[in-house]
C-alpha cells in the first residue's frame, strides 16, 4: 500500500504572534510522536526569487507593489514540486505564512483588491488545516517593538489584521482561530491538537487545491 500522505499545515498570524517559535515547537513535538514533519517558512529567502524578495523587505531596493507581489507568489510556486515530493513521502510540512500572507499584506496597500490579490495563487497545494495566531494591537505592543524591515509598523499591521479577518470568512478553507495572547505552552498544546486532527483526517484524502 502507498504510504499516507502527509498533512499541510500552516501558520499565519500578525507580527509578534510567535508564528515561528510555535512552527518550530509543533515540528518538534511531531517527530518526537514519531511523524515525519518539516517546516518551511514564506518568503523563502535561500532561492533567487527569494533573495530579491529579501532585498525588497529589508528596504535594499524598490520594487513596484504589483510585481513585488507575483514575486511573492512566484516564490510560493518555485517550492511546489518539492512540498507535493514531501506531502507524497509522508512528510507533514508546518509552513510559516502562506498565501494568506500574501493576499494580507498587498491588499492592505492602497489600490489593491482581494480579488487580484487572491488570483496568483490559485491553484496551489491547498493547507489542510491554517491557524491564525490571533494577538490584539495592545499585547503585540507589549511583546516589544517591531523591527526595521517593511510592513513593520503599527498602523498597516492594523490594516493586515483586518485583511486576514476578511480572509477567515471563507468557509472553503480550514481555518482555526488560535488564542496567541496565551503563554507559549497553552498555545502549542491548541496547535498540536489541531495538526494531530487535521494529520488524521488529510492521511485519508487528496490533497486540494487553493481557492478553487
Ligand atoms: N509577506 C509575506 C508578504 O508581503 N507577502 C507574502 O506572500 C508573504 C509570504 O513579508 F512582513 C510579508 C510579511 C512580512 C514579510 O517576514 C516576511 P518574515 O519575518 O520573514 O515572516
Given at each position: 500500500m502507498a504510504c499516507k500522505r502527509g498533512a499541510l499545515i500552516v501558520l499565519e498570524g500578525v507580527d509578534k504572534a510567535g508564528k515561528t517559535t510555535q512552527c518550530k515547537r509543533l515540528v518538534d513535538a511531531l517527530l518526537a510522536g514519531g511523524r515525519p514533519a518539516e517546516i518551511m517558512r514564506f518568503?523563502?529567502?535561500?532561492t533567487t526569487i527569494g533573495k530579491m524578495i529579501s532585498a525588497y523587505l529589508e528596504r535594499k531596493s524598490d520594487l513596484e507593489d504589483h510585481a513585488v507581489h507575483l514575486l511573492f507568489s512566484a516564490n510560493r510556486w518555485e517550492l511546489v514540486p518539492l512540498m507535493k515530493e514531501k506531502l507524497e513521502q509522508g512528510i507533514t510540512l508546518v509552513v510559516d505564512r502562506y498565501a494568506f500572507s500574501g493576499v494580507a499584506f498587498t491588499s492592505a496597500?492602497?489600490?489593491?483588491?482581494l480579488d487580484w490579490c487572491m488570483k496568483p495563487d490559485v491553484?496551489?497545494?491547498?493547507?489542510?488545516l491554517v491557524m491564525f495566531l490571533q494577538l490584539s494591537p495592545a499585547d503585540a505592543a507589549l511583546r516589544g517593538q517591531f523591527g526595521d524591515e517593511r510592513y513593520e509598523t503599527k498602523v498597516f499591521q492594523k490594516a493586515v489584521q483586518q485583511k486576514f479577518e476578511h480572509l477567515m470568512m471563507d468557509r472553503s478553507v480550514n481555518w482555526q482561530v488560535i488564542?496567541?495572547?496565551?503563554?507559549i505552552e497553552d498555545v502549542h498544546n491548541n496547535i498540536t491538537t489541531h495538526s494531530l486532527n487535521a494529520i488524521n483526517v488529510a492521511q485519508n484524502r487528496p490533497l486540494g487545491e487553493l481557492w478553487k
Open positions: 518568503p523563502d529567502r535561500t496597500k492602497p489600490g489593491f483588491c491553484g496551489l497545494p491547498k493547507p489542510d488564542d496567541a495572547s496565551q503563554n
